[in-house]
C-alpha cells in the first residue's frame, strides 16, 4: 500500500522559529492530511488538503502540496514549546489513510 | 462530549494468551480503524470496517481479529498467534468512502509479559 515518508526525522529548533517539514508519497491521492502526536497519545488532525489545492492555512499552519513531485510541506510559524511532537502525513485510499513514520519536532524554550 | 474512547489504556498479557482491546465512538461514523504503532515506526493498518457487520483486512491483520456487531463498537482481540504482539495499538472512526479526517483514541499500550 503507498505511504507518505517524512523528512526530516528529528528537527531541534528555537521557540519562536520556523519548522518546515516534508512529506512524500507514491500514487495520486485525494487528499494528503498532517496529524500530531504527542507522546504516547492518539493523533489529532491538523489540516487536510485536496489534490486541486496548493497551499492551505491554519493558524500558524501552512501546508503546500506539489502533485508532479508528489510531496507536501507542513510548515509551522513561530514555534512554540507546545508544538512539540511527532508529525505525520497520511494519504487516502479508498476507505483507509496510511500515514508515514512522522518527524519528530522538538521546541526548545 | 463526542469523541473515541479505547480501553484499557495500560494491558499486560501472558505469552499464549488472547486479550480484547475495546474501541467506543459516539460520533455516528460508520468506519472505523485499528492501527498497530511500534517504537519509531509509523502507523500499520491491522484491520477496517465500513459498515455494520462487514470489516476488512489490512496490511498485518495475520494474529488480530475483530468484530463489529454495533455502529459504536470495534473491539480488537490479539490472539496467541501474534508473535509479537508488544506494540501501542490505535483506533480511529471516519465518515465517508473519501476521509475527510481521522478521530483517534488515545491508544493502549499492549505488553506481553
Known amino acids: 500500500s503507498q505511504q507518505g515518508e517524512e523528512d526530516p526525522q528529528a528537527l531541534s529548533i528555537q521557540e519562536g522559529e520556523n519548522a518546515t517539514m516534508n512529506c512524500s508519497y507514491k500514487t495520486s491521492i485525494n487528499n494528503l492530511q498532517w496529524y500530531r502526536q504527542n507522546s504516547g497519545r492518539g493523533l489529532v488532525h491538523l489540516i487536510l488538503?485536496?489534490?486541486?489545492?496548493r497551499e492551505k492555512h491554519s493558524g500558524r499552519l501552512r501546508v503546500t502540496l506539489d502533485t508532479s513531485k508528489k510531496s507536501s510541506s507542513l510548515l509551522i510559524t513561530a514555534s512554540r514549546a507546545a508544538d512539540t511532537a511527532s508529525y505525520l502525513c497520511?494519504?487516502?485510499?479508498?476507505?483507509?489513510?496510511?500515514f508515514g513514520k512522522g518527524t519528530k519536532l522538538s521546541v526548545i524554550p | 462530549d463526542g469523541g473515541i474512547t479505547q480501553s484499557p489504556k495500560y494491558l499486560f498479557r501472558k505469552e499464549g494468551q488472547n486479550v480484547t482491546l475495546s474501541c467506543e465512538q459516539n460520533l455516528n461514523h460508520d468506519a472505523m480503524y485499528w492501527y498497530r504503532q511500534d517504537p519509531g515506526q509509523g502507523l500499520r493498518l491491522i484491520y477496517y470496517s465500513q459498515i455494520v457487520n462487514d470489516f476488512q483486512k489490512g496490511d498485518i491483520a495475520e494474529g488480530y481479529s475483530v468484530s463489529r456487531e454495533k455502529k459504536e463498537s470495534f473491539p480488537l482481540t490479539v490472539t496467541s498467534a501474534q508473535k509479537n504482539p508488544t506494540a501501542f495499538y490505535l483506533c480511529a472512526s471516519s465518515s465517508g468512502v473519501v476521509i475527510a479526517e481521522a478521530f483517534f483514541g488515545q491508544g493502549t499500550r499492549l505488553t506481553v509479559v
Open positions: 488538503i485536496r489534490s486541486n489545492e
Open positions: 497520511a494519504t487516502d485510499l479508498p476507505y483507509q489513510l496510511t
